[in-house]
């Protein structure tokens, strides 16, 4: 039995736990026989070299749980109740070759097939990580989160969002968005314009379903978001690459046959410029008179340090145009799952209901506990935490890529969390990202995000700094700027 368990050291999961878990899906998984008992406390702590009294917390917590009976004086048992109602084994029906579904034939869509991002999943283990997109752990308000996830449990508040709420989201995180979030923007909505979403990804994939069929033209920023252009081709709709400059989305007759625009105004993904207010005003009129609507993904709007932020354009907005998209990623975590999107009452009804079909709404207790984080001032003071903390790294990532890559990058003007940096012409990133993992840097090539994926220029780069310390900034840039020194060596020797 001794070699069903491999308990490790980790700061994140108690070996009580560990073990408690392993015993558990032993039992479930039918390698424990009911009828022998499990060995003492006493002889599984000295078999596994741990302490005695974390085999009795691990029996007394699956007593508890129904997973085992005591039987005085002859030990432990697996409780065989809890095995009831499991369907009995099947693994000597083996299915023949013949008798498979040719899956790929009856595919009507492969999006595994589509390119995306892809993030090391051990990001966090790496010594330089200029990671796009995730948090730093350092920054989190954990306490205040940990204090509002029990609260939010408490039973008192289970009462108040355990029941099925169909397609309704929590009134009072509702109120904590069009209350605290949105007039940040200079936007003012009623709670029957707003829905909650899981994530951005979310919200555009309602948009799209609603707005865009094989009929539609769909414009996005190119270079832009990658996921606004896989979910569009998911629909099967035209899409038209629009060009930007340094002030983000160029104005002009390419937009006409567009019945739908898709902008990052504040900071455009993935260089980071900022849309000048002259602009948003002329992207409104020319939504006015050629009939388009906007999608206006204000992702980052809270990571503003440098200069007064210009309104959104929802914000300017007098037709009825723009939707608003915005999310809890940037400033809380990524892995909260938590946006929303703000639009007429008429968008948001049909959203509602589309929503309801594919998740109902997201987790009620999710909502109430982002609810509370924002009622008691703990996302002010985050905010406020991350752009002290994201101005400090800002100035060295600028001073760091002067003097180690001069010439390689303009500096955000509105905040933000990263740098859109060329490297020398001829340059391939990927081959670039797979040398830096080597040296413990993570860094995102960027022809990924250009629409004509197999011409993009393949010598730029997105270097996020929302994740590393400041002073990891300067010696990861130097050594990084080392390998691209010596790949663009090895690129004049061969020719």
């Known amino acids: 039995m001794l070699q069903l368990f491999h308990l490790i050291q980790d700061k994140n999961i108690s070996l009580q736990k560990q073990l408690r878990e392993q015993i558990a899906s032993a039992i479930m998984n039918g390698n424990m026989p009911l009828d022998t008992p499990l060995p003492s406390s006493r002889k599984l ?113 289970v009462s108040g969002w355990a029941s099925d709420s169909l397609d309704h989201d929590d009134p009072r995180l509702i109120e904590q968005i069009r209350t605290r979030l949105l007039p940040r923007r200079g936007i003012w909505a009623s709670p029957d314009q707003i829905l909650v979403t899981v994530g951005a990804q979310l919200s555009l994939y309602i948009l799209a379903q609603l707005l865009l069929d094989r009929r539609s033209t769909l414009g996005i920023e190119d270079p832009g978001y990658v996921d606004i252009r896989n979910i569009a081709k998911l629909h099967e709709c035209q899409i038209e690459p629009l060009p930007i400059d340094k002030d983000g989305l160029i104005i002009g007759e390419q937009l006409h046959h567009c019945d739908l625009i898709y902008t990052t105004p504040s900071h455009q993904c993935p260089t980071a410029v900022t849309m000048p207010l002259e602009r948003r005003y002329e992207l409104l009129n020319r939504a006015h008179l050629d009939d388009f609507l906007i999608i206006e993904d204000d992702y980052e709007s809270e990571t503003n340090f440098s200069s007064k932020p ?47 079909l594919m998740i109902r709404h997201p987790a009620s207790n999710n909502q109430r506990a982002a609810a509370m984080f924002l009622e008691r001032g703990y996302y002010d003071a985050l905010v406020m935490n991350i752009s002290r903390n994201y101005q400090t790294r800002w100035l060295a990532m600028d001073q760091a890529l002067n003097k180690y ?91």
């Open 45 to 157: 702590a000295k078999d596994l070299n741990i302490a005695r009294n974390t085999v009795v917390l691990a029996y007394e917590h699956l007593l508890d749980d129904g997973y085992l009976v005591a039987r005085e004086r002859r030990g432990y048992f697996v409780n065989p109740d809890i095995l009831n109602g499991q369907v009995a084994s099947q693994s000597n029906q083996q299915t023949t070759e013949g008798n498979l579904p040719d899956w790929q034939r009856r595919f009507k869509i492969h999006p595994s097939e589509q390119i995306n991002i892809n993030k090391a999943p051990d990001w966090q283990s790496y010594q330089y990580p200029f990671i796009y997109g995730q948090f730093d752990e350092k920054i989190f308000p954990t306490v205040n989160w940990r204090e509002c996830c029990r609260d939010a449990v408490s039973d008192a508040a």
């Open 405 to 495: 890559l001069p010439g390689s990058h303009d500096a955000p003007t509105f905040g933000g969390s990263c740098y859109w940096v060329k490297c020398p012409e001829g340059l391939d990133t990927s081959e670039l990202k797979q040398r830096a993992m080597v040296e413990g840097i993570i860094i995102e090539p960027g022809h990924i995000h250009f629409y004509y994926d197999d011409n993009a220029p393949r010598n730029f780069i997105r270097l996020g700094f929302s994740s590393i310390s400041t002073d990891r900034i300067e010696p990861g840039i130097k050594k990084l700027a080392e390998l691209i020194n010596a790949m663009s060596d090895e690129s004049s020797n061969e020719n």
């Open 310 to 356: 210009n309104p959104a354009l929802k914000s300017l907005d007098k037709s009825d145009r723009v939707i608003y998209i915005g999310s809890l990623s940037k400033t809380l975590a990524p892995g909260l799952r938590l946006g929303y999107v703000v639009a007429s009452k008429e968008l948001i009804k049909e959203a509602r209901a589309l929503r309801r």
